[in-house]
């Protein structure tokens, strides 16, 4: 049963223009969420994260938006540029707002390619 | 500071084999994570640590072993590898109180 999920594996854009990645959530107790960004042969690097009592976070050309009633979250990329194509995964925690957790759970990611 | 490192960078075995998958962090963190990304699937917890000496189970811990004996290092060992357990191998680590984890560069195992 997948709890985090990354419904498009694939995502063009057009170098500017705005990229928009999506991930939906099952377990109503994840009150964490965070982007990774990887590149091939690389580790996955932390992007952005986002708590569950906020519903926008921002970092420079990235935004994150969570929308907890329909357990749906967005990573907005505006304006898109050819050094952020990788794979994009997002990820949840449970418990982060009473002490933390150990686990997070991954989605399958989704491969963002920013055509010049 | 190195952050987060793993050896070897990529490994072949062959079934039955046993080795350890290295992994060490020098940020003092207290968290320490193994996961494996299959073709996909995401990365899946394998198995973590919340201090020396605490280890817990994650996702898929079957066919993998490991301890925690000092703050440093968190090996990952394979008694008996298995075709299954081809993958790509990342440790990560992360800071008690904040949920973002470091990811080191990855092992990629061939299990033949």
């Known amino acids: 049963d997948q709890q985090v999920k990354q419904n498009s594996p694939s995502l063009s854009v057009q170098e500017g223009r705005i990229s928009i990645l999506n991930c939906d959530y099952t377990n109503s107790m994840f009150d964490y969420f965070l982007w990774y960004k990887k590149y091939p042969a690389e580790g996955p690097t932390f992007l952005i994260s986002i708590s569950s009592i906020k519903d926008k976070n921002e970092d420079g050309r990235f935004t994150v938006f969570l929308n907890k009633s329909a357990k749906h979250l967005s990573l907005h990329i505006v304006p898109s540029q050819p050094g952020d194509s990788a794979v994009y995964f997002c990820?949840?925690?449970?418990?982060?707002?009473?002490?933390?957790?150990?686990?997070?759970?991954f989605g399958k990611g989704t491969k963002l390619t920013v055509n010049p | 500071n190195a952050g987060v490192t793993q050896t070897p960078k990529f490994q072949v075995l062959k079934t039955g084999q046993s080795m350890t998958l290295q992994c060490a962090q020098d940020m003092n963190h207290e968290y320490m994570s193994w996961y494996r990304q299959d073709p996909g699937m995401g990365l899946r917890l394998i198995h973590y640590?919340?201090?020396?000496?605490?280890?817990d189970q994650g996702e898929v811990p079957n066919g993998y072993n490991v301890s925690r004996s000092t703050t440093e290092d968190f090996p990952l060992r394979l008694l008996s590898a298995a075709p299954s357990q081809t993958s790509v191998y990342f440790c990560a680590s992360r800071i008690s109180g904040q949920e973002t984890q470091y990811f080191g560069p990855g092992t990629r195992l061939l299990v033949l």
């Open positions: 990820a949840a925690s449970a418990m982060y707002l009473k002490g933390g957790s150990e686990k997070l759970v």
């Open positions: 640590s919340v201090g020396a000496g605490i280890t």
